[in-house]
């Protein structure tokens, strides 16, 4: 089985995206509050067939980890009550896909964060998510001002109740960032990696992991600078007295393979244990591309993992499933669950 962990809802019907318009123009002017969101399942459906269904097939994978739009997210957008009621439509479109094809698509969840807002306000939608929608985990932000990182980091006491909270449902967190307000940085150019880099030294440089030994987060995109810059970061944290970064992060870190050429993939497999990798492609993402050098799409990344001569066979299965169902605690039961549900 190939497990696509990072997936997310980007052949939205045009219905939920016109919503959205209308939901930010009306945080100025109340009047243009728009009706209830109708969503004509019709288009929902052509739209996955003609883009991530099509693509699974295509390119060999069997179920793709599905979580809203990290780009649309928009954390910094309206206030605390908007957020709320933005992510819960979101969540509710994704449990809509996995109900519609429960063995393509298993749900995680976006969180209804909000800049200055405790992070224990994400609590009752992450338990509704996993309680009642199935989700397996959550999209967990770490800066919700837009590019300004005005939170505490992701080591601070701060996020600690929904780090509790999280270790009680047993589901881990991808550390995703959503769009940047900041004019100085690019969305998923800059802003993305800047903030894949950050959170790994966040990790480097406390004891959250001390105080959550079960608590998992994976950092999407190879993990930003961290494979190019190990030697940097072990040296940093030898001068600091810490323990090796294998036994300081590597229990609770985990890194997917979100990076789009062959000297990417071997760069992060030759430093990053076979261990603590998981496939993804992100598939309909930000780099939709042919590589004019190979002539293959660069989002494929099944074929890197496919084409390296570094991974062994074990290494392999490890990162296109074993690892997903370690990290994802609720997977395996869910796919039994869905599975079971699809033949009802």
Not at 205 to 213: A, G, H, Q, R, V
Not at 267 to 284: C, G, R, T, W, Y
Not at 322 to 334: E, H, P, S, T, W
Request: charged fraction near 20%; proline fraction near 7%; include cysteine.
């Amino acid at each position: 089985m190939v497990i696509d962990f990072h997936g997310h809802y980007t052949s939205e019907p045009a219905s939920f995206l016109h919503f959205r318009k209308q939901q930010i123009e009306a945080l100025r002017d109340p009047s243009k509050t728009p009706p209830d969101l109708e969503i004509d399942i019709d288009e929902v459906k052509q739209k996955l067939e003609c883009a991530q269904l099509r693509l699974q097939r295509d390119r060999g994978t069997d179920l793709t980890i599905f979580s809203p739009k990290a780009s649309a997210m928009g954390h910094h957008i309206g206030d605390a009550a908007a957020s709320v009621a933005w992510t819960r439509i979101c969540n509710d479109m994704i449990h809509s896909v996995c109900k519609l094809y429960p063995k393509n698509f298993i749900g995680v969840c976006q969180l209804p964060q909000s800049p200055g807002v405790p992070p224990e306000n994400c609590i009752p939608e992450l338990e509704r998510c996993v309680n009642e929608l199935g989700f397996i985990g959550c999209n967990l932000n770490p800066d919700p001002s837009g590019g300004y990182w005005k939170e505490p980091p992701l080591t601070d006491h701060w996020w600690y109740p929904l780090y509790e909270k999280m270790v009680e449902l047993d589901v881990p967190a991808m550390a995703h960032v959503t769009a940047t307000c900041n004019p100085a940085f690019h969305t998923t150019g800059s802003h993305y990696i800047n903030g894949d880099t950050t959170v790994f030294m966040q990790f480097l440089t406390s004891n959250l992991f001390k105080d959550f030994p079960t608590l998992k987060f994976i950092i999407p995109h190879g993990g930003g600078a961290t494979p190019y810059h190990w030697g940097r970061y072990r040296g940093i944290a030898q001068d600091m007295k810490l323990p090796l970064l294998k036994d300081l992060l590597l229990n609770n870190v985990y890194f997917d393979t979100c990076v789009y050429h062959q000297p990417g993939i071997d760069l992060l497999s030759k430093v990053i244990p076979a261990d603590n990798i998981l496939f993804a492609s992100e598939m309909v993402g930000v780099v939709k591309g042919i590589d004019p050098e190979t002539g293959n799409y660069d989002d494929d990344t099944k074929r890197y993992i496919d084409s390296s001569t570094l991974l062994s066979a074990e290494d392999k299965e490890k990162i296109f499933s074993k690892n997903a169902l370690k990290v994802f605690g609720r997977l395996a039961a869910q796919i039994e669950h869905q599975s079971q549900a699809s033949t009802q």
